[in-house]
Antibody, heavy 125, light 111 residues
Framework: QVQLVQSGAEVKKPGASVKVSCKASGYTFTGYYMHWVRQAPGQGLEWMGRINPNSGGTNYAQKFQGRVTMTRDTSISTAYMELSRLRSDDTAVYYC??????????????????WGQGTLVTVSS | DIVMTQTPLSLSVTPGQPASISCKSSQSLLHSDGKTYLYWYLQKPGQSPQLLIYEVSSRFSGVPDRFSGSGSGTDFTLKISRVEAEDVGVYYCMQGIHLPPFGQGTKLEIK
């Protein structure tokens, strides 16, 4: 069965960086885009971007351009999301979520099916 | 930016009664590949979102058949034929071809 297991909660100071991991199992890691979505406390869902684990190609939401970096390590079926220059309003639960279509081509399509358990990132001085 | 508008923002339903959530998009969700990328998710309290419906009306694996999706173009609906206690949470519609993708959510409570 598909499983996405994320790294544990983080507490960071403003201006620092955080790197969240997402270990995939139960499917061919390189065959499906991985999305990253965040949720501030009591708020809705916000798409941050996606990575093609096969090529390493990425698409980021404009809001996060220049601050977010998505990478992967295919040898351990793990995707990473690093967010830099953290601010207090980056406090949120960060989710990885697998795209629902194998070897998706064409433009950016956002279609997650399985989600990780979430990683709480708290930014506080 | 596209705007996804869900109504109502909250609803309280007696167990066994039906429920319906509307999702209207400010732009067509029909992609050039012929698919309409409209999805429904349920986020139960303290949990990650879980996929219920994909491409307007297809139920995801393991989703009970009391959940159904319909619509086309810019107007979409999620229906629960008979609400159960385990259906509480926030329902999000999401479109996959424009940014930002998610609606604001609809909170379902049990009376």
């Amino acid at each position: 069965q598909v499983q996405l297991v994320q790294s544990g909660a983080e507490v960071k100071k403003p201006g620092a960086s955080v790197k969240v991991s997402c270990k995939a199992s139960g499917y061919t890691f390189t065959g499906y885009y991985m999305h990253w979505v965040r949720q501030a406390p009591g708020q809705g869902l916000e798409w941050m971007g996606r990575i093609n684990p096969n090529s390493g190609g990425t698409n980021y939401a404009q809001k996060f351009q220049g601050r977010v970096t998505m990478t992967r390590d295919t040898s351990i079926s793990t995707a990473y999301m690093e967010l830099s220059r953290l601010r207090s309003d980056d406090t949120a639960v960060y989710y990885c979520a697998r795209d629902d279509t194998p070897f998706r081509t064409g433009g950016v399509i956002i279609a997650p099916d399985y989600w990780g358990q979430g990683t709480l990132v708290t930014v506080s001085s | 930016d596209i705007v996804m508008t869900q109504t109502p923002l909250s609803l309280s339903v007696t167990p066994g009664q039906p429920a319906s959530i509307s999702c209207k998009s400010s732009q067509s969700l029909l992609h050039s590949d012929g698919k309409t990328y409209l999805y429904w998710y349920l986020q139960k309290p303290g949990q990650s979102p879980q996929l219920l419906i994909y491409e307007v009306s297809s139920r995801f694996s393991g989703v009970p058949d009391r959940f159904s999706g319909s619509g086309s173009g810019t107007d979409f609906t999620l229906k629960i034929s008979r609400v159960e206690a385990e259906d509480v949470g926030v329902y999000y519609c999401m479109q996959g071809i424009h940014l930002p993708p998610f609606g604001q959510g609809t909170k379902l409570e049990i009376k």
